[in-house]
């Protein structure tokens, strides 16, 4: 009987400088999203959830808020770069290169820029990358570049654990 494999995510060791990742999902961004996420924030620009604004802008319609896109593209990006990380460390130069839309979808990749064992923390390292946000047609949209700091692999591993069930899943399906 073979077991389905799990995905962890990387380990520190496991990143090269230059490999690129186009991150495996997409999400598309509905209306809900984008005015709870803009009230949540208590962001009060009405061209994020005021439609009779909006239609007078130079848009024409309302925008995404810029934090939704940041933070849906950094989203995007965990399974590939940080979902082994113990701390992000910053993001600079971030840009907003192009309008989102309520309909748009995303997509991000990132490209690995720089590694480097921590000082601070022997278990781990420093994982630098250029991420950038695309929509449905190839626009990018956004950009910046990111440091977190993930586990090396031996110290990773010991603090990720399944929990052992009373009664296995073979036997439980019976």
Request: proline content about 2%.
């Given at each position: 009987?073979?077991?389905?494999?799990?995905?962890?995510?990387?380990?520190?060791?496991?990143?090269?400088?230059?490999?690129?990742?186009?991150?495996?999902?997409?999400?598309?961004?509905?209306?809900?999203?984008?005015?709870?996420?803009?009230?949540?924030?208590?962001?009060?620009?009405?061209?994020?959830?005021?439609?009779?604004?909006?239609?007078?802008?130079?848009?024409?319609?309302?925008?995404?808020?810029?934090?939704?896109?940041?933070?849906?593209?950094?989203?995007?990006?965990?399974?590939?770069i940080s979902q082994n990380a113990l701390a992000n460390l910053g993001w600079d130069e971030?840009?907003?290169?192009?309008?989102?839309?309520?309909?748009?979808?995303?997509?991000?990749?990132?490209?690995?820029?720089?590694?480097?064992?921590?000082?601070?923390?022997?278990?781990?390292?420093?994982?630098?990358?250029?991420?950038?946000?695309?929509?449905?047609?190839?626009?990018?949209?956004?950009?910046?570049?990111?440091?977190?700091?993930?586990?090396?692999?031996?110290?990773?591993?010991?603090?990720?654990?399944?929990?052992?069930?009373?009664?296995?899943?073979?036997?439980?399906?019976?």
């Amino acid at each position: 009987m073979s077991q389905g494999r799990r995905h962890e995510g990387s380990y520190f060791e496991d990143f090269s400088i230059g490999d690129v990742f186009a991150h495996p999902v997409g999400r598309t961004i509905t209306h809900s999203d984008n005015v709870w996420f803009t009230l949540l924030t208590m962001n009060t620009n009405e061209l994020h959830f005021n439609a009779d604004y909006a239609q007078r802008s130079i848009h024409g319609r309302e925008v995404v808020n810029s934090g939704l896109t940041l933070a849906i593209v950094l989203g995007l990006s965990v399974s590939d770069i940080s979902q082994n990380a113990l701390a992000n460390l910053g993001w600079d130069e971030i840009r907003l290169s192009h309008p989102v839309f309520v309909g748009d979808t995303l997509y991000g990749e990132s490209i690995i820029t720089n590694l480097r064992e921590s000082k601070s923390r022997p278990q781990a390292g420093i994982v630098s990358c250029f991420t950038r946000g695309l929509n449905q047609d190839g626009l990018e949209v956004l950009s910046y570049r990111r440091s977190v700091m993930v586990y090396k692999q031996a110290a990773g591993q010991a603090v990720r654990r399944f929990p052992c069930a009373d009664v296995s899943i073979v036997e439980r399906a019976k």
